[in-house]
């Protein structure tokens, strides 16, 4: 056992059964002070560091540490309260050689003194056989996700290009170890890349502007080594490489890169790259990547023999469709052409509103839905007072704009349910279904009013007008002429009356 300190010889000549415990420890321990000044050590310490005898051991210990925070993290741990502390740090022998060592470290009181005890184990070997084993875990880790990616792809038949291109991209990355990837399209000349997409991951960290859609291959720099070469290349010094032109602003950080030409007969049809590899690159990767692009490939080429078989069918399918939708576009028409003589022959040319005969069918229709299962009808006509003079004051097209305007007026006024029409010259009737005296009422006032405040505008001109309206309730045993009687009593009561009125349920006089 070695001193460097007399006092602290003294204190172990007192304690001779310590002296005995720490030289026959089979580890290495080092005794210093909080300083790191180095006091005592047993004969496994002057073995372990490589000094030959006791006057070369340095004076302090801190020389030994490779990183001096080593040791600050241990007396602050310790000084801190801790009762003892394992770190395990790289050491320095006395020959500048580094080696692993596990130091278990804690504080003695001595008569006062403090210590500061360290037994430190080489462990060399053992971190050695633990990065062999973590290596070893890596390639198995590496050799299943390869095999899970090429099993995957084995049940992607029926997936379409955009499903295949994309599991192949992110497939790329993950079983090479990869941080990012990419893959683009060849042109049929091998004079333009066209970028199809880069890997998820990658973007988040990007904040290039955009990236041009396509390169030209003689431009580009260690993206069109592959193609030049038409081998794969790997780069794991990208820093150094000659034949790189640089990265935009922005671009994600490239350290290690390799892209891999894949190729359709004698043509490249795609380049596949990935970077950023935490190891480097070796052929076994580029070996993956062109077992992993072969297996999407097939699928590729299968799936566009199967779409041309299709689209051959397709195609002559296509034709009889064509005469099919052509006969049907000819009978489309002709239903078309029977629905406007319908629409011909129910409407009133001039306001559009329904004509006098499809007024009268829709009336008796309503009647003998009234006489079968009970209810009340109401018939209500109306006739635009004064008509002659607007006519004469301000001509017939503006007499048109007045019938059309009401016409407008009445459809946007009455329910959905109602029905109107014009009945002839100025004259129009309108049916209101499933009411009662109230609501025929209130309907009637609410169109009287609507009309009275609608402006016509021809030109610079306005021309405002009313009606008078004759309202009455259609009995089930009346037919529809008699019901019309009486609503044209009403209606010309309510001329007599003055106008702009409504006159309901008026009984002719015989």
């Known amino acids: 056992m070695f001193y460097l300190s007399e006092k602290f010889q003294k204190m172990f000549a007192e304690d001779g059964l310590c002296k005995q415990f720490i030289e026959a420890s089979p580890d290495a321990i080092v005794i210093s002070d909080m300083d790191g000044v180095v006091l005592a050590g047993n004969s496994q310490a002057v073995h372990l560091f490589g000094y030959g005898d006791g006057n ?4 302090y210990v801190n020389q030994h540490y490779k990183r001096a925070e080593d040791r600050e993290q241990i007396v602050a741990s310790l000084s801190a309260g801790d009762a003892a502390l394992e770190v395990e ?14 130091i278990s470290s804690s504080v003695m009181d001595l008569n006062g003194y403090k210590l500061l005890i360290s037994i430190v184990r080489n462990i060399s070997e053992r971190r050695q056989t633990e990065a062999n084993l973590r290596e070893s875990e890596k390639v198995a880790r590496l050799n299943e996700i390869r095999f899970q990616k090429l099993y995957s792809l084995a049940g992607m038949a029926d997936a379409d290009f955009r499903q295949l291109y994309d599991f192949a991209l992110e497939s790329a990355v993950k079983i090479t170890d990869s941080e990012i990837g990419y893959i683009y399209f060849l042109n049929e000349e091998e004079s333009e890349l066209s970028l199809y997409a880069w890997s998820r991951n990658v973007m988040p960290h990007c904040s290039v502007d955009s990236f041009p859609g396509s390169y030209h291959v003689a431009d580009a720099g260690v993206w069109g080594e ?17 034949v790189k032109k640089g990265l935009p602003v922005g671009h994600v950080p490239i350290n290690r890169h390799m892209n891999v030409p894949f190729f359709d007969d004698d043509k490249i049809v795609l380049l596949i790259g990935v970077g950023n590899k935490k190891d480097e690159y070796g052929d076994e990767d580029a070996r993956q990547l062109t077992l992993l692009m072969e297996g999407v490939w097939n699928i590729v080429r299968r799936k566009k023999a199967d779409e041309a078989l299709l689209q051959a069918y397709v195609e002559m399918e296509a034709k009889v469709e064509e005469r099919t939708l052509e006969l049907k576009k000819a009978l489309a028409e002709q239903e078309n052409m029977l629905e406007e003589l319908k629409r011909v022959a129910s409407t009133d040319y001039l306001t559009g509103a329904n004509n006098r005969r499809y007024f009268m069918e829709r009336a008796e229709s309503e009647l003998d839905r009234l006489t079968r299962y009970g209810g009340e009808l109401y018939l209500m006509m109306l006739d635009i007072d004064h008509f002659k003079n607007i006519n004469d004051t301000y001509g017939h097209s503006v007499g048109d704009l007045v019938l059309q305007e009401l016409v407008h007026c009445c459809v946007s006024t009455l329910r959905t349910s109602d029905i109107f029409g014009r009945l002839g010259g100025e004259e129009f009737a309108a049916l209101l279904v499933h009411g009662s005296v109230e609501s025929a009422n209130y309907v009637a006032e609410r169109l009287r009013k609507a009309i009275e405040e609608l402006e016509v505008r021809s030109g610079d001109r306005i021309v405002k007008f009313t009606v008078s309206i004759g309202l009455t309730m259609v009995c089930v045993n009346d037919d529809i002429e008699t019901a019309l009687k009486h609503a044209d009593h009403c209606l010309y009561q309510a001329k007599a009356r003055g106008r702009n009125r409504i006159e309901s349920y008026c009984v002719p006089d015989d």
Do not use: H, K, L, T
């Open 56 to 59: 070369s051991i340095p004076q």
């Open 89 to 102: 740090a790289e050491m320095i022998g006395c020959d500048g050689s580094v080696f692993w060592a596990s």
């Open 226 to 242: 592959s193609i030049r070469q038409r081998r794969p290349v790997i780069i794991n010094d990208y820093e150094c490489c000659e």
